[in-house]
């Protein structure tokens, strides 16, 4: 991820990330208007990391869900997006870009559901191509 705050914001809605797990959750909000879970913790997650200031990762976590999901301005998807930034979520020790909140790395993803299969499952549900496979 690279360049000014506006090429991120494409890069991130375009699926245009070397991320294929982003790149299918974004392509399946944008083409179904829906998303699991899973996949919605670890996008938002990968927000935090790939910008350079939390206020602007929370502005673009809304933003994104906002305008992508069927239940974007959703008191629950509120919440959802304040747990990605520590809200009734415990802390951990300091890390570069995070601070204190829980990280959600491609490997924890592979842990909790079959990444692949559901960049898999993108695709064959949106008949889009994921970049990044």
Do not use: C
């Not at 809605?13 to 208007?33: F, G, K, L």
């Not at 020790?93 to 790395?105: D, F, T, Y």
């Amino acid at each position: 991820m690279g360049g000014s705050s506006a090429s991120v914001v494409r890069e991130l809605a375009d699926a245009a990330t070397d991320d294929p797990y982003w790149n299918a959750a974004m392509i399946e909000m944008r083409e179904t208007r829906l998303l699991h879970n899973r996949p919605r913790m670890q996008r938002g997650k990968q927000i935090i990391e790939w910008t350079t200031a939390p206020e602007y990762a929370h502005r673009m976590a809304l933003e994104l869900n906002n305008r992508y999901l069927l239940d974007g301005r959703d008191p629950n998807s509120f919440a959802n997006i304040g747990w990605l930034f520590g809200l009734h979520d415990q802390a951990f020790e300091e890390r570069a870009a995070l601070g204190k909140v829980r990280p959600m790395i491609a490997g924890g993803v592979k842990r909790k559901i079959d990444a692949d299969q559901y960049v898999s499952y993108a695709e064959e549900v949106t008949g889009v191509e994921i970049r990044g496979r």
